[in-house]
């Protein structure tokens, strides 16, 4: 017997999260459907288990890049959660808003309800900030805990003074007013109980959705194609029991009013072009019948390429030294006692935004501080000697990629080509960020404690040096984005409209970091949040309203535009 629900959303992520939450505050049944299992890891919930959560075969997508000449013909490793909560449940936990001039380039591309002064009231909504902040920006009662970090090594302290020395202000609060200079990173951390833990969207969210009694979750049920008639969504087909396909069997799960897909920028468009949303011509090279010809799945795909600069300190503590050994176990004695510890720290305390050129009305490029060092290919293992770390990244990178699904069996991962450094802009970003880096770390307040560099080490020192250094050992820092993108009817690459829906399908919508038109200047986390939020105000408005028709959108397989119809069933079940 098929089951059905109102609303079936596909990925238990950080939007997910927020949709099945709100959606059952509103008394409508959610199914949501997971392709990870519980998030019942204890490293999930102590902030320092990200260093395990990251590379546990068990909590993630384990997806590779395509190998291109401009990274050194490597395949990089693009890891999404598979897990209750997504890539909430497995990432730094940095809380980063991004610039207001972002959103409002959002809107400025056609996509009304978007720019920074309409989101800002679902940043609020979903936040209670603890500690300082404005008000007029920050929340105070929302699901989602924000904490400052904690305070792991003198040598936060002595970054801020050497950034100062440089001429860059003191910016407490890079989610308020403006980014512009140092100060600490943000956490979704919470500090109210006897330990500090992470605090994700499942935890926040998704715990008291189900307590509603409303919401169906099924972990360990990836999805396998959303079931569309005449170019609605009813459905979506799910194989029950994991990611194999031995011995798991599928089944179908109705959507009274509408599916939600929010599975992550390389899940959601790879979902999309099985069930025959997509480029026509790419559906057909893979042998699934087109429903909708949407060029612009899958296309757009948008990441942050980093690269880190490391040195060698001398004459103070670092949490290399504090993180092996009897200083260990001490560490872990302290937080298991609620006292400050480095396993209740993310891993980058401290941040730096800054322009490459002053003629910039916002800054385009940040570096973040780690006082302590990782081995170099070795995931998680500190470095033996004590060190501290800088890594920074273009802001808004201009290159841009693309995920193609390469079957309709989801066991084969989908061909995942992001073209980092593609443009000159960000090659040129990757030698400003290393320069910026190096001058820190020579100003004046380090001297006493700068031994050496280590990476990528003096011998490297021309711009060319430098660009074919990140070239060579650069890499991502997960916050894929874009493949579903928001846009208006002129843009023939959009794939949902201003109000997430997708192009030509009716009762289906896209609610994650797909979605969004540009990059986002910092961690993508906060954004997604927000966009759950926003998702869900404009779903239970759009339920309230009785049959309206759309604007003209590309709909058949030629790529020819028609009108259709937004049904939406608040009225006619």
Same mark, same amino acid.
């Given at each position: 017997?098929?089951?059905?629900?109102?609303?079936?959303?596909?990925?238990?992520?950080?939007?997910?999260?927020?949709?099945?939450?709100?959606?059952?505050?509103?008394?409508?049944?959610?199914?949501?459907?997971?392709?990870?299992?519980?998030?019942?890891?204890?490293?999930?919930?102590?902030?320092?288990?990200?260093?395990?959560?990251?590379?546990?075969?068990?909590?993630?997508?384990?997806?590779?890049?395509?190998?291109?000449?401009?990274?050194?013909?490597?395949?990089?490793?693009?890891?999404?959660?598979?897990?209750?909560?997504?890539?909430?449940?497995?990432?730094?936990?940095?809380?980063?808003?991004?610039?207001?001039?972002?959103?409002?380039?959002?809107?400025?591309?056609?996509?009304?309800?978007?720019?920074?002064?309409?989101?800002?009231?679902?940043?609020?909504?979903?936040?209670?900030?603890?500690?300082?902040?404005?008000?007029?920006?920050?929340?105070?009662?929302?699901?989602?805990?924000?904490?400052?970090?904690?305070?792991?090594?003198?040598?936060?302290?002595?970054?801020?003074?050497?950034?100062?020395?440089?001429?860059?202000?003191?910016?407490?609060?890079?989610?308020?007013?403006?980014?512009?200079?140092?100060?600490?990173?943000?956490?979704?951390?919470?500090?109210?109980?006897?330990?500090?833990?992470?605090?994700?969207?499942?935890?926040?969210?998704?715990?008291?959705?189900?307590?509603?009694?409303?919401?169906?979750?099924?972990?360990?049920?990836?999805?396998?194609?959303?079931?569309?008639?005449?170019?609605?969504?009813?459905?979506?087909?799910?194989?029950?029991?994991?990611?194999?396909?031995?011995?798991?069997?599928?089944?179908?799960?109705?959507?009274? +009013?509408?599916?939600?897909? %929010? &599975?992550?920028? @390389?899940? *959601? #468009?790879? /979902?999309?072009?099985?069930?025959?949303? =997509? $480029?026509?011509?790419?559906?057909?090279?893979?042998?699934?019948?087109?429903?909708?010809?949407?060029?612009?799945?899958?296309?757009?795909?948008?990441?942050?390429?980093?690269?880190?600069?490391?040195?060698?300190?001398?004459?103070?503590?670092?949490?290399?030294?504090?993180?092996?050994?009897?200083?260990?176990?001490?560490?872990?004695?302290?937080?298991?006692?609620?006292?400050?510890?480095?396993?209740?720290?993310?891993?980058?305390?401290? +941040?730096?935004?800054?322009? %490459? &050129?002053?003629? @910039?009305? *916002? #800054?385009? /490029?940040?570096?973040?501080?780690?006082? =302590? $060092?990782?081995?170099?290919?070795?995931?998680?293992?500190?470095?033996?000697?004590?060190?501290?770390?800088?890594?920074?990244?273009?802001?808004?990178?201009?290159?841009?990629?693309?995920?193609?699904?390469?079957?309709?069996?989801?066991?084969?991962?989908?061909?995942?080509?992001?073209?980092?450094?593609?443009?000159?802009?960000?090659?040129?970003?990757?030698?400003?960020?290393?320069?910026?880096?190096?001058?820190?770390?020579?100003?004046?307040?380090?001297?006493?404690?700068?031994?050496?560099?280590?990476?990528?080490?003096?011998?490297?020192?021309?711009?060319?040096?430098?660009?074919?250094?990140?070239?060579?050992?650069?890499?991502?820092?997960?916050?894929?984005?874009?493949?579903?993108?928001?846009?208006?009817?002129?843009?023939?690459?959009?794939?949902?409209?201003?109000?997430?829906?997708?192009?030509?399908?009716?009762?289906?919508?896209?609610?994650?970091?797909?979605?969004?038109?540009?990059?986002?200047?910092?961690?993508?986390?906060?954004?997604?949040?927000?966009?759950?939020?926003?998702?869900?105000?404009?779903?239970?408005?759009?339920?309230?309203?009785?049959?309206?028709?759309?604007?003209?959108?590309?709909?058949?397989?030629?790529?020819?535009?028609?009108?259709?119809?937004?049904?939406?069933?608040?009225?006619?079940?």
């Amino acid at each position: 017997m098929t089951e059905t629900f109102d609303y079936v959303i596909v990925g238990a992520g950080s939007a997910g999260c927020v949709l099945a939450m709100r959606l059952s505050e509103a008394g409508h049944s959610v199914c949501v459907l997971e392709a990870g299992p519980k998030d019942s890891s204890p490293y999930i919930h102590i902030p320092a288990g990200y260093i395990k959560n990251l590379f546990n075969p068990k909590l993630i997508w384990d997806f590779k890049s395509e190998p291109n000449a401009a990274t050194g013909n490597r395949a990089l490793s693009l890891t999404q959660g598979r897990v209750l909560g997504g890539s909430g449940s497995i990432n730094g936990m940095v809380y980063n808003r991004g610039q207001h001039a972002d959103f409002d380039g959002w809107a400025a591309r056609g996509n009304p309800g978007w720019c920074y002064q309409d989101v800002l009231p679902y940043f609020k909504k979903a936040e209670t900030r603890i500690g300082e902040g404005d008000d007029h920006y920050r929340g105070r009662t929302g699901p989602l805990p924000v904490t400052d970090p904690v305070q792991s090594s003198p040598l936060c302290d002595i970054f801020v003074k050497a950034v100062k020395s440089l001429g860059y202000p003191h910016v407490r609060d890079h989610n308020a007013e403006a980014q512009d200079g140092v100060g600490p990173w943000q956490f979704t951390i919470d500090s109210r109980g006897h330990t500090m833990r992470r605090m994700s969207a499942a935890q926040a969210y998704l715990r008291p959705a189900i307590k509603t009694g409303r919401v169906d979750v099924r972990p360990d049920s990836p999805a396998t194609r959303v079931l569309l008639e005449n170019r609605r969504a009813l459905g979506v087909r799910y194989r029950a029991g994991g990611t194999s396909g031995t011995g798991s069997p599928e089944r179908e799960v109705r959507a009274r +009013r509408e599916v939600i897909v %929010s &599975a992550g920028a @390389l899940n *959601t #468009p790879r /979902l999309l072009q099985i069930s025959g949303i =997509g $480029s026509a011509d790419h559906l057909r090279s893979i042998g699934v019948s087109v429903e909708v010809n949407l060029p612009g799945v899958g296309a757009n795909l948008c990441d942050h390429y980093n690269l880190r600069v490391a040195a060698k300190v001398r004459n103070i503590s670092t949490i290399n030294e504090r993180g092996r050994g009897l200083p260990l176990a001490w560490e872990i004695a302290k937080y298991f006692t609620g006292r400050p510890s480095i396993l209740s720290m993310g891993p980058v305390p401290m +941040r730096f935004f800054f322009r %490459s &050129a002053p003629s @910039l009305p *916002t #800054p385009d /490029l940040q570096v973040s501080f780690t006082p =302590g $060092s990782y081995r170099e290919g070795l995931p998680g293992l500190l470095d033996h000697y004590p060190g501290m770390t800088l890594g920074g990244h273009k802001q808004r990178p201009e290159s841009r990629g693309y995920v193609k699904a390469l079957s309709t069996n989801i066991d084969i991962a989908p061909l995942i080509q992001p073209n980092y450094l593609a443009a000159q802009s960000d090659q040129d970003a990757m030698v400003a960020v290393v320069k910026m880096a190096r001058a820190v770390l020579q100003a004046r307040p380090f001297a006493p404690y700068y031994v050496d560099e280590i990476f990528p080490g003096n011998d490297i020192r021309t711009d060319q040096e430098i660009l074919d250094f990140a070239r060579e050992r650069g890499g991502t820092v997960y916050h894929h984005n874009g493949t579903a993108r928001m846009g208006p009817d002129r843009d023939p690459y959009a794939v949902v409209d201003a109000r997430l829906r997708v192009r030509g399908v009716e009762g289906l919508r896209v609610a994650d970091a797909s979605v969004m038109p540009a990059p986002i200047s910092g961690a993508t986390n906060a954004s997604v949040i927000m966009i759950g939020e926003k998702a869900a105000d404009l779903i239970l408005k759009d339920a309230a309203q009785p049959l309206r028709r759309g604007t003209e959108h590309p709909s058949n397989e030629n790529g020819t535009t028609g009108a259709w119809e937004m049904t939406t069933l608040s009225h006619a079940l």
